[in-house]
Nanobody
Framework: QVQLVESGGGLVQAGGSLRLSCAAS????????MGWYRQAPGKQRELVAA???????NYADSVQGRFTISRDNAKNTVYLQMSSLKPEDTAVYYC???????????????WGRGTQVTVSS
């Protein structure tokens, strides 16, 4: 069974930085795209950043220039370096990955349980 486990959330003051990590484990043949989403209270879950297996990245306009997504394919891990944090970045951050568990098998969508990021003003 594949699992995604996030870490690195917490409380930080506005202008500060945090680094989130998400490690995938279990029966994994390969991982296509990996990404980070967030959901603030009363709002829909939204894409923050995504990265392909080849390293191409995509960012939400609201985090462009402040957040950096990266991945270590050997460790099946994706990172989100968050800088210049704002109170509006406060949310639960979820890791997402498209994973193929076996050769010729389907690509399935997996989610972590989320990690809370709180930015105080």
């Amino acid at each position: 069974q594949v699992q995604l486990v996030e870490s690195g959330g917490g409380l930080v003051q506005a202008g500060g930085s945090l680094r989130l990590s998400c490690a995938a484990s279990g029966s994994i043949f390969n991982i296509a795209a990996m990404g980070w989403y967030r959901q603030a209270p009363g709002k829909q879950r939204e894409l923050v950043a995504a990265i392909t297996s080849g390293g191409s990245t995509n960012y939400a306009d609201s985090v462009q220039g402040r957040f950096t997504i990266s991945r270590d394919n050997a460790k099946n891990t994706v990172y989100l370096q968050m800088s210049s944090l704002k109170p509006e970045d406060t949310a639960v951050y979820y890791c997402n990955a498209d994973i193929r568990e076996r050769l010729w098998g389907p690509v399935d969508d997996y989610w972590g349980r989320g990690t809370q990021v709180t930015v105080s003003s």
